[in-house]
């Protein structure tokens, strides 16, 4: 499932660099994960480099309109570094 960065995002900047798919940017006022690139870091960390990195707790959450399974999310990222199977 993508991740979703919630309105108590201060814009601190910590997320964005972090991000290996390129899915996080500056929104209309808080940063947002753009679910089309958001894996939840999977083919690259154990654990959601956003979340992590960031310092309010609870601010990046699973986005309830995009649910995906384990093998969805790696399905994306295959597309998105085009893997060929």
Same mark, same amino acid.
């Given at each position: 499932?993508?991740?979703?960065?919630?309105?108590?995002?201060?814009?601190? *900047?910590?997320? !964005? $660099?972090?991000?290996?798919?390129?899915?996080?940017?500056?929104?209309?006022?808080?940063? =947002?994960? /753009?679910?089309?690139?958001?894996? !939840?870091?999977?083919?690259?960390?154990?654990? $959601?480099?956003?979340?992590?990195?960031? $310092?309010?707790?609870?601010?990046?959450?699973? /986005? $309830?309109?995009?649910? =995906?399974?384990?093998?969805?999310?790696?399905?994306?990222? *295959?597309?998105?570094? /085009?893997?060929?199977?």
């Amino acid at each position: 499932m993508a991740l979703k960065i919630l309105d108590t995002c201060t814009n601190c *900047d910590m997320c !964005e $660099p972090e991000c290996p798919n390129d899915a996080i940017a500056m929104g209309e006022s808080i940063y =947002e994960i /753009d679910p089309e690139r958001c894996t !939840e870091c999977l083919g690259h960390y154990d654990d $959601p480099t956003c979340v992590s990195v960031c $310092p309010i707790k609870n601010c990046i959450i699973p /986005d $309830p309109e995009h649910k =995906e399974s384990e093998e969805q999310l790696w399905d994306k990222f *295959d597309r998105l570094y /085009d893997i060929k199977k």
